[in-house]
Protein backbone atom coordinates (compact mmCIF):
# COMPACT_ATOMS: atom_id res chain seq x y z
CA UNK A 1 0.00 0.00 0.00
CA UNK A 2 1.66 3.59 -0.89
CA UNK A 3 2.22 5.90 1.43
CA UNK A 4 -0.19 9.33 1.81
CA UNK A 5 1.00 11.96 -0.13
CA UNK A 6 2.13 14.94 2.44
CA UNK A 7 -0.10 17.42 2.23
CA UNK A 8 1.26 20.81 0.80
CA UNK A 9 0.94 24.38 2.32
CA UNK A 10 -1.17 26.59 0.66
CA UNK A 11 0.76 29.04 -1.57
CA UNK A 12 1.31 32.44 -0.40
CA UNK A 13 0.69 31.44 3.27
CA UNK A 14 -2.85 31.28 2.59
CA UNK A 15 -3.31 29.58 5.94
CA UNK A 16 -1.92 32.54 8.38
CA UNK A 17 -2.05 35.63 7.27
CA UNK A 18 -2.32 37.25 10.55
CA UNK A 19 1.06 36.19 11.24
CA UNK A 20 2.30 38.65 8.68
CA UNK A 21 -0.78 40.96 9.96
CA UNK A 22 0.57 40.83 13.17
CA UNK A 23 4.26 41.73 12.78
CA UNK A 24 3.37 44.75 10.07
CA UNK A 25 1.52 45.93 12.97
CA UNK A 26 4.32 45.41 15.51
CA UNK A 27 6.52 47.45 13.73
CA UNK A 28 3.51 50.46 13.32
CA UNK A 29 3.42 50.15 16.51
CA UNK A 30 6.85 50.54 17.48
CA UNK A 31 8.35 53.32 15.18
CA UNK A 32 5.26 55.02 16.16
CA UNK A 33 6.50 55.00 20.14
CA UNK A 34 9.63 55.41 19.03
CA UNK A 35 8.67 59.03 17.39
CA UNK A 36 7.00 60.26 20.42
CA UNK A 37 9.64 58.45 23.15
CA UNK A 38 12.28 60.55 21.01
CA UNK A 39 10.17 64.06 21.08
CA UNK A 40 9.91 64.29 17.48
CA UNK A 41 6.36 63.77 16.65
CA UNK A 42 6.95 65.37 13.29
CA UNK A 43 9.45 65.06 10.22
CA UNK A 44 12.91 67.57 10.18
CA UNK A 45 12.37 70.47 8.11
CA UNK A 46 14.87 71.31 5.61
CA UNK A 47 16.33 74.61 5.21
CA UNK A 48 13.89 75.22 1.97
CA UNK A 49 10.68 74.36 3.92
CA UNK A 50 11.58 75.87 7.30
CA UNK A 51 13.70 79.25 6.15
CA UNK A 52 17.86 79.82 6.14
CA UNK A 53 20.35 79.62 3.94
CA UNK A 54 22.18 75.94 2.19
CA UNK A 55 25.53 76.00 1.15
CA UNK A 56 27.31 73.03 -1.36
CA UNK A 57 30.75 73.30 -0.97
CA UNK A 58 33.23 71.06 -3.14
CA UNK A 59 36.63 70.41 -2.34
CA UNK A 60 39.57 70.93 -4.60
CA UNK A 61 43.09 69.58 -4.80
CA UNK A 62 46.14 70.98 -6.01
CA UNK A 63 47.76 68.84 -8.84
CA UNK A 64 49.31 65.64 -7.59
CA UNK A 65 47.53 65.69 -4.47
CA UNK A 66 44.13 64.56 -5.28
CA UNK A 67 45.05 61.92 -2.41
CA UNK A 68 44.59 65.00 0.63
CA UNK A 69 40.73 64.56 -0.73
CA UNK A 70 39.97 61.32 1.64
CA UNK A 71 37.72 60.87 4.66
CA UNK A 72 39.76 61.70 7.19
CA UNK A 73 40.32 65.33 5.73
CA UNK A 74 36.75 65.64 4.93
CA UNK A 75 35.94 65.09 8.60
CA UNK A 76 38.23 67.47 10.05
CA UNK A 77 37.34 70.21 7.37
CA UNK A 78 33.69 69.54 8.94
CA UNK A 79 34.57 70.17 12.33
CA UNK A 80 36.48 73.48 11.57
CA UNK A 81 33.63 74.44 9.86
CA UNK A 82 30.85 73.50 12.17
CA UNK A 83 33.27 75.60 14.96
CA UNK A 84 33.19 78.81 12.36
CA UNK A 85 29.57 78.85 12.37
CA UNK A 86 28.57 78.08 15.61
CA UNK A 87 31.29 80.74 16.84
CA UNK A 88 28.88 83.31 14.76
CA UNK A 89 26.22 82.15 17.45
CA UNK A 90 24.25 79.96 14.71
CA UNK A 91 21.78 77.22 16.87
CA UNK A 92 21.06 73.90 14.94
CA UNK A 93 23.42 74.41 12.18
CA UNK A 94 24.28 71.21 9.79
CA UNK A 95 27.41 70.39 8.20
CA UNK A 96 28.16 67.01 7.25
CA UNK A 97 29.73 65.24 4.04
CA UNK A 98 28.08 64.26 0.83
CA UNK A 99 29.56 61.98 -1.46
CA UNK A 100 33.77 61.96 -1.04
CA UNK A 101 34.21 65.49 -1.86
CA UNK A 102 31.16 67.75 -1.03
CA UNK A 103 29.88 69.38 2.16
CA UNK A 104 26.69 70.99 2.86
CA UNK A 105 26.35 73.78 5.14
CA UNK A 106 22.66 74.27 6.42
CA UNK A 107 21.92 77.81 7.95
CA UNK A 108 18.51 78.49 9.76
CA UNK A 109 17.22 81.49 9.23
CA UNK A 110 18.15 84.76 11.19
CA UNK A 111 22.10 84.28 10.51
CA UNK A 112 24.00 86.14 8.67
CA UNK A 113 24.56 84.56 5.50
CA UNK A 114 26.79 86.17 3.75
CA UNK A 115 29.13 86.82 6.88
CA UNK A 116 28.28 82.54 7.19
CA UNK A 117 28.91 81.73 3.46
CA UNK A 118 32.73 83.48 4.01
CA UNK A 119 33.31 81.62 7.17
CA UNK A 120 32.55 78.15 6.01
CA UNK A 121 34.04 79.07 2.49
CA UNK A 122 37.44 79.81 3.35
CA UNK A 123 40.31 77.66 4.20
CA UNK A 124 41.30 76.96 7.39
CA UNK A 125 44.78 78.67 8.48
CA UNK A 126 47.16 77.08 11.45
CA UNK A 127 49.66 78.98 13.00
CA UNK A 128 52.51 78.15 16.06
CA UNK A 129 52.47 80.95 17.78
CA UNK A 130 54.67 81.80 20.79
CA UNK A 131 52.66 82.61 24.25
CA UNK A 132 53.09 85.49 26.14
CA UNK A 133 50.60 85.40 29.03
CA UNK A 134 47.77 82.55 29.84
CA UNK A 135 44.97 83.27 32.26
CA UNK A 136 41.93 81.75 33.09
CA UNK A 137 39.32 81.76 30.65
CA UNK A 138 37.38 84.67 32.26
CA UNK A 139 37.46 88.56 32.71
CA UNK A 140 40.47 89.27 34.50
CA UNK A 141 41.23 92.17 36.64
CA UNK A 142 43.84 94.64 34.14
CA UNK A 143 47.40 93.44 34.23
CA UNK A 144 50.37 95.08 34.93
CA UNK A 145 52.63 96.36 32.55
CA UNK A 146 56.30 95.87 31.88
CA UNK A 147 58.28 98.84 30.72
CA UNK A 148 57.44 98.75 27.08
CA UNK A 149 54.19 98.62 27.72
CA UNK A 150 53.43 95.02 27.14
CA UNK A 151 51.32 92.55 28.98
CA UNK A 152 53.60 90.02 30.73
CA UNK A 153 52.85 87.15 32.83
CA UNK A 154 53.05 88.34 36.18
CA UNK A 155 49.48 89.71 35.02
CA UNK A 156 47.90 86.85 34.92
CA UNK A 157 45.95 86.24 38.13
CA UNK A 158 46.90 82.41 38.90
CA UNK A 159 48.41 81.99 35.14
CA UNK A 160 46.95 78.47 34.63
CA UNK A 161 49.25 76.27 32.17
CA UNK A 162 47.92 75.42 28.89
CA UNK A 163 48.55 71.66 29.85
CA UNK A 164 45.46 70.34 29.47
CA UNK A 165 46.42 66.72 30.49
CA UNK A 166 48.17 67.33 34.01
CA UNK A 167 46.71 67.85 36.71
CA UNK A 168 48.50 70.03 38.64
CA UNK A 169 48.82 74.12 37.39
CA UNK A 170 52.11 74.28 37.14
CA UNK A 171 53.65 73.67 33.66
CA UNK A 172 55.90 70.45 33.29
CA UNK A 173 59.82 70.74 32.29
CA UNK A 174 58.73 68.36 29.56
CA UNK A 175 59.90 69.59 26.08
CA UNK A 176 56.68 68.31 24.72
CA UNK A 177 53.57 68.23 26.76
CA UNK A 178 50.10 68.61 25.88
CA UNK A 179 48.11 71.50 26.04
CA UNK A 180 45.45 74.13 24.60
CA UNK A 181 46.28 77.80 23.21
CA UNK A 182 45.04 80.23 21.12
CA UNK A 183 46.36 82.40 18.47
CA UNK A 184 48.52 85.49 20.43
CA UNK A 185 51.40 87.32 20.46
CA UNK A 186 54.33 87.94 21.91
CA UNK A 187 58.30 88.41 21.59
CA UNK A 188 59.80 84.56 22.37
CA UNK A 189 62.87 86.50 23.26
CA UNK A 190 63.69 87.82 26.85
CA UNK A 191 65.52 90.74 24.97
CA UNK A 192 64.30 93.99 26.47
CA UNK A 193 62.69 96.71 24.37
CA UNK A 194 63.59 100.21 24.50
CA UNK A 195 61.06 102.31 26.65
CA UNK A 196 58.54 103.86 24.92
CA UNK A 197 58.69 107.22 24.22
CA UNK A 198 55.74 109.93 24.41
CA UNK A 199 58.15 112.75 22.86
CA UNK A 200 55.47 113.72 19.97
CA UNK A 201 56.43 114.78 16.48
CA UNK A 202 57.56 117.97 14.68
CA UNK A 203 53.88 118.15 13.24
CA UNK A 204 52.12 117.19 16.87
CA UNK A 205 51.47 113.43 15.93
CA UNK A 206 52.34 110.94 18.25
CA UNK A 207 56.05 109.02 18.06
CA UNK A 208 56.23 105.34 16.36
CA UNK A 209 56.85 104.50 20.55
CA UNK A 210 53.70 106.21 21.83
CA UNK A 211 51.71 104.17 18.76
CA UNK A 212 53.03 101.35 20.39
CA UNK A 213 52.46 102.28 23.88
CA UNK A 214 49.23 102.98 23.37
CA UNK A 215 48.44 99.24 21.08
CA UNK A 216 49.87 97.61 24.09
CA UNK A 217 47.29 99.17 26.74
CA UNK A 218 44.50 98.29 24.09
CA UNK A 219 45.83 95.00 23.81
CA UNK A 220 45.78 94.05 28.04
CA UNK A 221 42.68 95.64 28.31
CA UNK A 222 41.19 93.20 25.48
CA UNK A 223 42.82 90.51 27.33
CA UNK A 224 41.34 91.55 31.09
CA UNK A 225 37.87 91.62 29.31
CA UNK A 226 37.67 88.75 27.27
CA UNK A 227 35.72 85.74 28.47
CA UNK A 228 36.04 83.11 26.72
CA UNK A 229 33.15 81.18 28.35
CA UNK A 230 31.29 82.89 25.48
CA UNK A 231 31.28 81.70 21.98
CA UNK A 232 30.56 84.91 20.49
CA UNK A 233 33.41 86.51 22.08
CA UNK A 234 35.78 83.57 21.43
CA UNK A 235 35.07 84.16 17.80
CA UNK A 236 35.23 87.86 17.93
CA UNK A 237 38.93 87.75 19.68
CA UNK A 238 39.90 85.85 16.66
CA UNK A 239 38.09 87.36 13.92
CA UNK A 240 40.24 89.56 11.75
CA UNK A 241 44.04 88.26 13.52
CA UNK A 242 46.65 88.64 10.51
CA UNK A 243 49.81 86.08 11.58
CA UNK A 244 51.95 89.14 11.65
CA UNK A 245 49.77 90.48 14.43
CA UNK A 246 50.24 90.50 18.58
CA UNK A 247 47.11 89.44 19.31
CA UNK A 248 44.89 87.96 22.56
CA UNK A 249 42.80 84.48 21.81
CA UNK A 250 41.21 81.80 23.78
CA UNK A 251 41.11 78.15 23.98
CA UNK A 252 39.41 75.67 22.24
CA UNK A 253 37.58 75.30 25.12
CA UNK A 254 36.91 77.92 26.52
CA UNK A 255 38.80 77.67 29.60
CA UNK A 256 41.72 79.47 29.15
CA UNK A 257 42.54 83.05 27.45
CA UNK A 258 46.24 83.59 25.71
CA UNK A 259 48.75 86.95 24.78
CA UNK A 260 50.32 85.06 21.59
CA UNK A 261 52.81 86.34 19.34
CA UNK A 262 53.24 87.29 15.48
CA UNK A 263 53.09 83.88 13.95
CA UNK A 264 56.73 82.05 13.67
CA UNK A 265 55.69 79.03 11.41
CA UNK A 266 52.65 78.68 9.47
CA UNK A 267 50.19 75.15 9.44
CA UNK A 268 51.40 74.95 5.70
CA UNK A 269 55.56 73.87 7.11
CA UNK A 270 53.88 70.68 8.33
CA UNK A 271 54.91 67.68 6.23
CA UNK A 272 52.67 65.02 7.91
CA UNK A 273 51.45 64.63 11.37
CA UNK A 274 50.61 61.28 12.96
CA UNK A 275 49.17 59.79 16.32
CA UNK A 276 51.01 56.53 17.46
CA UNK A 277 51.07 54.89 20.85
CA UNK A 278 54.79 54.84 22.80
CA UNK A 279 55.19 50.93 23.75
CA UNK A 280 57.86 52.28 26.33
CA UNK A 281 56.24 54.94 27.91
CA UNK A 282 52.83 53.69 27.58
CA UNK A 283 51.13 56.51 26.35
CA UNK A 284 49.35 58.39 23.26
CA UNK A 285 51.85 60.95 21.38
CA UNK A 286 51.89 63.13 18.26
CA UNK A 287 54.60 63.45 15.82
CA UNK A 288 55.44 65.73 13.66
CA UNK A 289 57.23 66.65 10.36
CA UNK A 290 58.15 70.02 9.03
CA UNK A 291 59.14 71.20 5.25
CA UNK A 292 62.89 71.70 4.79
CA UNK A 293 61.85 75.64 5.34
CA UNK A 294 59.37 74.79 7.89
CA UNK A 295 62.39 73.35 9.71
CA UNK A 296 64.65 75.77 10.00
CA UNK A 297 61.71 78.13 11.09
CA UNK A 298 61.02 75.86 13.95
CA UNK A 299 64.36 74.91 15.24
CA UNK A 300 64.38 78.84 15.39
CA UNK A 301 61.70 79.60 17.25
CA UNK A 302 62.19 76.41 19.83
CA UNK A 303 65.86 77.63 20.44
CA UNK A 304 64.41 81.00 21.42
CA UNK A 305 61.53 79.51 23.79
CA UNK A 306 63.44 76.70 25.13
CA UNK A 307 65.41 79.86 27.19
CA UNK A 308 62.38 81.44 28.18
CA UNK A 309 60.57 80.74 32.00
CA UNK A 310 57.04 79.43 31.62
CA UNK A 311 54.61 80.05 29.91
CA UNK A 312 56.76 81.73 27.58
CA UNK A 313 58.42 78.74 26.46
CA UNK A 314 55.14 77.49 24.91
CA UNK A 315 54.08 77.65 21.40
CA UNK A 316 50.75 77.84 20.51
CA UNK A 317 49.20 75.69 18.12
CA UNK A 318 46.34 77.71 16.75
CA UNK A 319 43.66 77.18 14.17
CA UNK A 320 41.50 79.71 12.59
CA UNK A 321 42.04 82.05 15.85
CA UNK A 322 41.36 79.36 18.43
CA UNK A 323 44.36 77.19 20.38
CA UNK A 324 44.27 73.54 19.74
CA UNK A 325 47.19 72.92 22.05
CA UNK A 326 50.20 74.98 23.94
CA UNK A 327 53.01 72.44 24.00
CA UNK A 328 56.20 73.70 26.51
CA UNK A 329 59.63 73.57 24.84
CA UNK A 330 62.96 73.01 26.46
CA UNK A 331 65.61 72.39 24.37
CA UNK A 332 65.32 72.94 20.67
CA UNK A 333 63.80 71.15 18.06
CA UNK A 334 64.56 70.96 14.12
CA UNK A 335 62.89 68.61 11.28
CA UNK A 336 60.41 66.78 13.58
CA UNK A 337 59.08 67.45 17.04
CA UNK A 338 56.97 64.97 19.60
CA UNK A 339 53.91 66.46 21.17
CA UNK A 340 53.24 64.41 24.48
CA UNK A 341 50.93 64.18 27.71
CA UNK A 342 47.86 62.88 28.85
CA UNK A 343 46.45 61.99 25.89
CA UNK A 344 43.83 59.77 24.90
CA UNK A 345 43.45 57.67 21.24
CA UNK A 346 40.80 60.37 20.20
CA UNK A 347 42.20 63.79 21.25
CA UNK A 348 45.77 62.27 20.02
CA UNK A 349 44.06 61.60 16.48
CA UNK A 350 42.08 64.82 16.33
CA UNK A 351 45.18 66.95 16.91
CA UNK A 352 47.07 65.15 14.56
CA UNK A 353 44.21 65.53 12.11
CA UNK A 354 44.20 69.75 12.53
CA UNK A 355 48.10 69.56 12.42
CA UNK A 356 47.75 67.78 8.62
CA UNK A 357 44.42 70.18 7.84
CA UNK A 358 46.88 72.95 7.97
CA UNK A 359 49.45 71.34 5.50
CA UNK A 360 46.87 70.23 3.28
CA UNK A 361 46.84 71.72 -0.51
CA UNK A 362 42.83 71.76 0.01
CA UNK A 363 40.49 74.52 -1.00
CA UNK A 364 36.70 74.81 -1.22
CA UNK A 365 34.42 76.38 -4.25
CA UNK A 366 30.93 76.91 -3.69
CA UNK A 367 28.67 74.62 -6.11
CA UNK A 368 25.75 76.08 -4.93
CA UNK A 369 23.56 78.19 -2.69
CA UNK A 370 20.19 78.77 -2.11
CA UNK A 371 18.35 81.08 0.48
CA UNK A 372 14.90 80.95 1.61
CA UNK A 373 12.88 82.66 3.67
CA UNK A 374 10.41 81.42 6.50
CA UNK A 375 7.30 82.66 4.19
CA UNK A 376 8.72 81.05 0.81
CA UNK A 377 9.40 77.74 2.97
CA UNK A 378 6.14 77.58 3.75
CA UNK A 379 4.34 78.33 0.74
CA UNK A 380 6.14 75.53 -0.75
CA UNK A 381 5.62 72.94 1.80
CA UNK A 382 1.37 74.16 1.56
CA UNK A 383 1.96 73.77 -2.15
CA UNK A 384 3.84 70.56 -1.83
CA UNK A 385 1.09 68.99 0.62
CA UNK A 386 -1.71 70.36 -1.69
CA UNK A 387 -0.04 68.34 -4.91
CA UNK A 388 0.08 65.24 -3.02
CA UNK A 389 -3.33 65.48 -1.76
CA UNK A 390 -4.30 66.28 -5.39
CA UNK A 391 -2.56 63.08 -6.15
CA UNK A 392 -3.79 61.08 -3.86
CA UNK A 393 -7.43 61.64 -4.63
CA UNK A 394 -6.92 61.06 -8.09
CA UNK A 395 -5.67 57.22 -6.88
CA UNK A 396 -8.65 57.05 -4.97
CA UNK A 397 -11.24 57.63 -7.69
CA UNK A 398 -9.58 56.04 -10.04
CA UNK A 399 -9.36 52.67 -7.69
CA UNK A 400 -12.82 53.12 -6.57
CA UNK A 401 -14.41 53.46 -10.07
CA UNK A 402 -12.26 50.73 -11.44
CA UNK A 403 -12.08 48.17 -8.70
CA UNK A 404 -14.83 49.13 -6.56
CA UNK A 405 -14.54 46.86 -3.66
CA UNK A 406 -10.96 46.27 -3.69
CA UNK A 407 -10.25 49.72 -3.45
CA UNK A 408 -10.55 49.53 0.32
CA UNK A 409 -7.69 47.28 0.31
CA UNK A 410 -5.07 49.46 -1.96
CA UNK A 411 -6.79 52.29 0.39
CA UNK A 412 -5.79 50.52 3.73
CA UNK A 413 -2.63 49.61 1.97
CA UNK A 414 -1.83 53.27 1.02
CA UNK A 415 -2.59 54.23 4.85
CA UNK A 416 -0.08 51.78 6.33
CA UNK A 417 2.33 53.22 4.12
CA UNK A 418 1.91 56.43 4.26
CA UNK A 419 2.35 55.56 8.75
CA UNK A 420 5.46 53.93 7.83
CA UNK A 421 7.16 56.59 5.72
CA UNK A 422 5.92 59.66 8.41
CA UNK A 423 7.68 57.70 11.35
CA UNK A 424 10.77 56.96 9.52
CA UNK A 425 11.04 60.26 8.39
CA UNK A 426 10.66 61.35 11.79
CA UNK A 427 12.91 58.82 13.66
CA UNK A 428 15.84 59.95 10.87
CA UNK A 429 15.66 63.09 11.50
CA UNK A 430 17.85 62.87 15.09
CA UNK A 431 18.89 59.90 14.03
CA UNK A 432 21.35 60.43 10.27
CA UNK A 433 19.81 64.26 10.46
CA UNK A 434 17.44 63.58 7.72
CA UNK A 435 16.08 66.89 6.81
CA UNK A 436 12.62 66.80 4.73
CA UNK A 437 12.88 69.46 1.85
CA UNK A 438 10.76 70.20 -1.04
CA UNK A 439 12.48 67.72 -3.38
CA UNK A 440 11.65 64.89 -0.78
CA UNK A 441 7.98 65.98 -0.60
CA UNK A 442 8.11 65.51 -4.23
CA UNK A 443 9.72 62.20 -4.06
CA UNK A 444 6.87 60.78 -1.41
CA UNK A 445 4.73 62.13 -4.05
CA UNK A 446 5.57 59.64 -6.75
CA UNK A 447 5.86 57.34 -4.38
CA UNK A 448 2.05 57.39 -4.60
CA UNK A 449 1.84 56.01 -7.87
CA UNK A 450 4.67 53.79 -7.11
CA UNK A 451 2.89 51.84 -4.76
CA UNK A 452 -0.66 52.41 -6.30
CA UNK A 453 0.91 50.50 -9.33
CA UNK A 454 1.99 47.39 -6.80
CA UNK A 455 -1.70 47.17 -6.15
CA UNK A 456 -3.14 46.80 -9.43
CA UNK A 457 -0.74 44.52 -10.74
CA UNK A 458 -1.48 42.41 -8.47
CA UNK A 459 -5.56 43.26 -8.74
CA UNK A 460 -4.93 41.86 -12.21
CA UNK A 461 -3.64 38.90 -11.91
CA UNK A 462 -6.35 37.84 -9.34
CA UNK A 463 -8.84 38.88 -12.04
CA UNK A 464 -7.16 37.55 -14.91
CA UNK A 465 -7.30 33.85 -12.98
CA UNK A 466 -11.12 34.57 -12.59
CA UNK A 467 -11.77 35.13 -16.19
CA UNK A 468 -10.36 31.60 -16.76
CA UNK A 469 -12.96 30.64 -14.91
CA UNK A 470 -11.73 29.94 -11.63
CA UNK A 471 -13.37 30.94 -7.76
CA UNK A 472 -11.54 33.35 -5.44
CA UNK A 473 -9.99 31.85 -3.11
CA UNK A 474 -7.37 29.66 -6.00
CA UNK A 475 -7.56 32.80 -7.69
CA UNK A 476 -5.85 35.02 -4.88
CA UNK A 477 -3.20 32.35 -4.57
CA UNK A 478 -2.76 31.64 -8.02
CA UNK A 479 -2.28 35.25 -9.21
CA UNK A 480 0.67 35.94 -6.02
CA UNK A 481 3.43 34.37 -7.23
CA UNK A 482 3.34 35.61 -11.31
CA UNK A 483 2.03 39.19 -9.54
CA UNK A 484 5.16 38.65 -6.99
CA UNK A 485 7.72 39.00 -9.58
CA UNK A 486 6.21 41.80 -11.33
CA UNK A 487 6.62 43.72 -8.20
CA UNK A 488 10.35 42.90 -7.21
CA UNK A 489 11.39 44.04 -10.87
CA UNK A 490 9.51 46.46 -11.05
CA UNK A 491 10.54 48.15 -7.44
CA UNK A 492 13.79 47.00 -8.12
CA UNK A 493 14.19 49.01 -11.23
CA UNK A 494 12.56 52.28 -8.87
CA UNK A 495 15.33 51.53 -6.39
CA UNK A 496 17.97 51.80 -8.78
CA UNK A 497 17.11 54.41 -10.23
CA UNK A 498 16.70 56.33 -7.22
CA UNK A 499 20.33 54.49 -5.77
CA UNK A 500 22.22 56.22 -8.57
CA UNK A 501 20.27 59.65 -8.40
CA UNK A 502 21.45 59.47 -5.07
CA UNK A 503 25.12 58.96 -5.88
CA UNK A 504 25.83 61.08 -8.54
CA UNK A 505 23.64 64.02 -7.41
CA UNK A 506 24.71 66.54 -4.68
CA UNK A 507 22.51 68.79 -2.68
CA UNK A 508 18.95 68.75 -2.23
CA UNK A 509 18.09 66.26 -5.25
CA UNK A 510 19.99 63.65 -2.88
CA UNK A 511 16.56 64.63 -0.59
CA UNK A 512 14.42 63.29 -3.54
CA UNK A 513 16.31 60.07 -4.37
CA UNK A 514 16.61 59.60 -0.44
CA UNK A 515 12.76 59.45 -0.25
CA UNK A 516 12.18 57.85 -3.50
CA UNK A 517 14.71 54.99 -2.64
CA UNK A 518 13.03 54.69 1.07
CA UNK A 519 9.71 54.47 -0.27
CA UNK A 520 9.78 51.91 -2.86
CA UNK A 521 11.60 49.64 -0.02
CA UNK A 522 8.34 50.21 1.82
CA UNK A 523 6.33 49.17 -0.79
CA UNK A 524 7.69 45.87 -1.05
CA UNK A 525 7.49 45.49 2.82
CA UNK A 526 3.46 46.60 2.38
CA UNK A 527 2.60 44.51 -0.41
CA UNK A 528 4.25 41.07 1.06
CA UNK A 529 3.06 41.63 4.71
CA UNK A 530 -0.17 43.66 4.23
CA UNK A 531 -1.45 43.77 0.61
CA UNK A 532 -1.33 40.18 0.36
CA UNK A 533 -2.75 38.94 3.81
CA UNK A 534 -5.68 41.08 3.50
CA UNK A 535 -6.94 39.92 0.17
CA UNK A 536 -6.54 36.29 1.69
CA UNK A 537 -8.55 37.08 4.41
CA UNK A 538 -11.06 39.12 1.82
CA UNK A 539 -11.11 36.34 -0.22
CA UNK A 540 -13.00 34.11 2.36
CA UNK A 541 -15.79 36.32 2.92
CA UNK A 542 -19.18 36.26 0.93
CA UNK A 543 -19.37 39.76 -0.29
CA UNK A 544 -15.79 39.11 -2.16
CA UNK A 545 -16.06 35.36 -2.84
CA UNK A 546 -19.68 35.63 -4.10
CA UNK A 547 -18.33 37.65 -6.51
CA UNK A 548 -20.71 40.92 -5.83
CA UNK A 549 -21.12 43.21 -8.31
CA UNK A 550 -19.59 45.76 -6.25
CA UNK A 551 -16.52 43.86 -4.87
CA UNK A 552 -14.38 44.40 -8.34
CA UNK A 553 -14.44 40.80 -8.79
CA UNK A 554 -17.99 39.93 -10.34
CA UNK A 555 -17.02 37.27 -12.51
CA UNK A 556 -19.86 38.54 -14.95
CA UNK A 557 -18.61 41.61 -15.44
CA UNK A 558 -15.14 40.51 -16.39
CA UNK A 559 -16.42 38.11 -19.07
CA UNK A 560 -15.66 34.92 -16.93
CA UNK A 561 -15.34 31.81 -18.77
CA UNK A 562 -17.38 28.74 -17.66
CA UNK A 563 -15.80 26.60 -14.89
CA UNK A 564 -13.46 23.91 -16.19
CA UNK A 565 -14.49 20.86 -16.41
CA UNK A 566 -12.82 17.22 -17.40
CA UNK A 567 -14.58 14.87 -19.52
CA UNK A 568 -14.21 11.28 -20.23
CA UNK A 569 -12.58 10.40 -23.65
CA UNK A 570 -14.49 7.25 -24.83
CA UNK A 571 -12.18 5.46 -27.19
CA UNK A 572 -14.20 3.73 -30.27
CA UNK A 573 -14.36 0.11 -30.57
CA UNK A 574 -12.61 -1.47 -32.82
CA UNK A 575 -14.46 -4.74 -32.49
CA UNK A 576 -17.19 -5.46 -35.38
CA UNK A 577 -19.29 -7.81 -32.94
CA UNK A 578 -19.26 -5.04 -29.88
CA UNK A 579 -20.61 -2.82 -32.23
Known sequence: MAAPKKRRAPAGGQGRPGRSLALILIAMVA???????????TPRLGIDLAGGTSITLEAKSEPGQESAINKTNMDTAVQIMERRVNGLGVSEAEVQTQGKSNIIVNIPKGTNSAQAREQVGTTAKLYFRPVLTVAEGTPTPMPSASSSGKPTPSGSPSAPTADKGKSSATPSTSATTQGRAVTGALKADSTPTP?????????????????????????????????CSSKASRAEA??????TDTVVACSSEGDAKYVLGPSEVSGTEVDNAKAGFDQQRGMWVVNMEFTKQGSKQFQTITKKLSAQPSPQNQFAIALDG???????????????????????QQSAEDLANVLSYGALPLSFKEASVTTVTAALGGEQLQAGLIAGAIGLALVVIYLVAYYRGLALIALLSLLVSGILTYTIMSLLGPAIGFALNLPAVCGAIVAIGITADSFIVYFERVRDEIREGRTLRPAVERAWPRARRTILVSDFVSFLAAAVLFVVTVGKVQGFAFTLGLTTLLDVVVVFLFTKPVMTLMARTKFFASGHPWSGLDPKRLGAKPPLRRSRRVNAPTDPKEA
Open 31 to 41: LTGGMFLADQP
Open 195 to 227: KASTTPKADGTPSASAADEAAAAKLQKQFAALD
Open 238 to 243: ARGAKP
Open 322 to 344: EVVSAPQVNTTLSGSAEISGSFT
